[in-house]
Structure formats: structure tokens, C-alpha cells
């Protein structure tokens, strides 16, 4: 294979890795083939197996692509706002948005595949990827609570409200209640830590 080619493979791989990642928190792990993930990226299937061994090890890849981007967010608002309160209600705000709600392929992999997770055998590449993007989240967002004993396990507290929120606002979403949750949920985590 020529360095063309090569070069062209791994661009080929990056973009079915990135089609895969966003179609993945749109329609879940179930709700695809590897037909669609191909055409998503405008190859066809039949060079997938070129790239992947199988549908779990992309599904397990994009999944770590999607926390890569949720990281990179996090990374952001905290070099960008200087207070770690002021951070943690930037955060939140951004978080717990009608924007965020509303652009599920580009959001919160832990609310997009949660279920997928679940389901996910214990040692396949879906729900291993999702608990190492998890502990990365919480320990960054560790970094945005006040120095203290309790610091992992307010990050926890304030991830599953987080999710929660997101979650069922997304469930809801075209109604009043879906931006009720967002408000109240962000209200709250916010006033907690004034």
C-alpha cells in the first residue's frame, strides 16, 4: 500500500469514527448497522472490515471519541473561567441548556449511551469505554469543587443530576417540563455551592 493510501485509510478510519461517535448518541448502538455507519461517513460497507474486526470495536472506539469531546468541553470551561464556583455555574449552564438538549450527536455521551451500556456485556468495548469515560469525567469534574474530604463524592452527586436532568429533559423535549427540568436542576446545583 503506497503512503497515499495509506494516509487515505487512516482518514477514512477517522471519518467513520467520527460519523460513528455522532450517529451513536443519536440513535443508540442498536439503532445502526455498519451499512449506515459507512454511508455516514460516505464510503461503503464493504471496506469497513479493513478498519473494524467488528461493530462493538467501533461502537467501543466512537464511545471513547464522544468522551474525548465532552473532556475537551470541561477542559475548556475550566481554563476559561478562573473561580472554581464560577467554573462549576459555567459549566452547568452550558450542561443543562436547551442547546445541549436539543444536539444529542454532538452531546453527553454518558446520557446518549447509557442504556446501551447497561445492556453492554461487562467486558465488551461499549461499556468498557463508557466506565473509563465516566472516571475521567468525575475526576475532572472533582477538579471543580472546593478543596475539601467529600470532593469525589460531591462530583458524583452533581454528574448524576447532571445526566439525570439532561436525560429526562431530553425525554421530554417540545414541552415546558423539559426546560423546567433544566432550569430547576441548574437553579439547584448552583445555589448549592453559594
Do not use: W
Amino acid at each position: 500500500m503506497g503512503r497515499s493510501s495509506r494516509a487515505d485509510a487512516a482518514k477514512h478510519r477517522e471519518e467513520v469514527v467520527a460519523a460513528t461517535s455522532r450517529l451513536l448518541r443519536e440513535r443508540g448502538a442498536a439503532g445502526m448497522s455498519v451499512q449506515d455507519l459507512m454511508a455516514a461517513a460516505g464510503l461503503t460497507h464493504g471496506g469497513f472490515y479493513k478498519h473494524f474486526s467488528s461493530k462493538e470495536e467501533l461502537v467501543g472506539i466512537a464511545t471513547e471519541t464522544a468522551y474525548n469531546e465532552i473532556r475537551g468541553m470541561l477542559e475548556q470551561v475550566a481554563e476559561a473561567i478562573p473561580g472554581k464556583t464560577e467554573a462549576r455555574a459555567e459549566l452547568l449552564n452550558q450542561y443543562l441548556s436547551a442547546e445541549h438538549r436539543d444536539a444529542p450527536g454532538t452531546g453527553c455521551a454518558m446520557v446518549a449511551l447509557a442504556s446501551d451500556a447497561a445492556r453492554a456485556p461487562h467486558d465488551g468495548p461499549l461499556r468498557t469505554a463508557y466506565t473509563v469515560g465516566l472516571e475521567a469525567a468525575l475526576d475532572q469534574l472533582t477538579g471543580y469543587q472546593d478543596a475539601e474530604e467529600e470532593v469525589r463524592r460531591r462530583a458524583i452527586a452533581d454528574l448524576a443530576s447532571m445526566v439525570g436532568a439532561l436525560t429526562l429533559a431530553r425525554a421530554t423535549g417540545g414541552t415546558a417540563l423539559s426546560d423546567e427540568i433544566l432550569d430547576v436542576v441548574r437553579d439547584a446545583l448552583i445555589a448549592q455551592r453559594q
